[in-house]
């Protein structure tokens, strides 16, 4: 699996900084970068380009991780892992108001960080692609989905011969997401991350949702595909 290239770590301790530079640099990481302070970060994040950014919820100075993670995330789109030995709800609560792409527990391991970090970046390349996807669909509002289905990528609602189809939430994210990559296979993760963010869902979620928009809707042509995941098939003429 593909592994970030340009790291920044934001953590106050030297000798985390060691332990997590050194855990980096078995997987040929190309370019790490140690901060302890929000001012140094921010200076430095607006001359360079990172891949990913492990941050420390302790750090120097008057501004703590969550609020620099927010102020970074105002401005760029840096998939961010946290690094905490808290655990308390308030905290942690604070965190995923952020919408986070991992977390790493203090104290960690190795295999910890590397988990959390290809798992983190598996994650982000899959929604940029479908976002990409997104962007490109918008120009061509209307997608044809077949002679009856159409999907509007602007209004990012499903019509069933020019009438509105009355979808709940997640069932009509799963339809935008597999809109816009038409003819394409979208994977589970992808489909996963899409619906329900980093919430720990059941293996079985996805099938029951996919289940119920084909019961509703048994002739949209969505096809599985076994250990992959599932397309939207175009049949229009």
Not at 30 to 40: F, L, W
Not at 44 to 71: C, F, H, P, V, W
Not at 84 to 99: M, R
Not at 193 to 206: F, K, Q, R, T
């Amino acid at each position: 699996m593909d592994f970030p290239q340009q790291i920044m770590i934001v953590e106050d301790e030297v000798i985390t900084q060691r332990y997590l530079k050194n855990i980096l640099a078995q997987y040929n990481v190309a370019n790490v970068e140690c901060y302890d302070n929000a001012r140094e970060t921010l200076e430095n994040i607006r001359s360079n380009t990172y891949d990913m950014i492990l941050m420390d919820i302790n750090i120097k100075g008057s501004m703590d991780g969550i609020q620099l993670a927010r102020e970074i995330l105002r401005s760029y789109n840096i998939p961010i892992v946290f690094i905490t030995a808290h655990n308390d709800t308030e905290t942690f609560q604070e965190v995923l108001e952020l919408s986070p792409y991992g977390f790493i527990a203090k104290p960690f391991s190795s295999t910890d960080v590397e988990v959390a970090i290809q798992l983190a970046y598996k994650r982000f390349v899959s929604y940029s692609e479908v976002n990409a996807k997104k962007v490109e669909a918008v120009d061509n509002a209307i997608i044809k989905i077949s002679e009856q289905y159409t999907y509007s990528t602007e209004e990012e609602k499903l019509y069933c011969d020019n009438q509105l189809v009355k979808l709940n939430a997640k069932q009509n994210k799963i339809l935008e997401v597999l809109s816009v990559n038409i003819n394409s296979i979208v994977k589970y993760d992808t489909l996963i991350m899409a619906v329900w963010g980093e919430n720990e869902i059941a293996d079985s979620a996805l099938r029951t949702l996919i289940y119920t928009i084909r019961k509703t809707l048994p002739d949209l042509p969505i096809i599985s595909h076994s250990k992959l995941g599932y397309s939207l098939v175009s049949k229009a003429s």
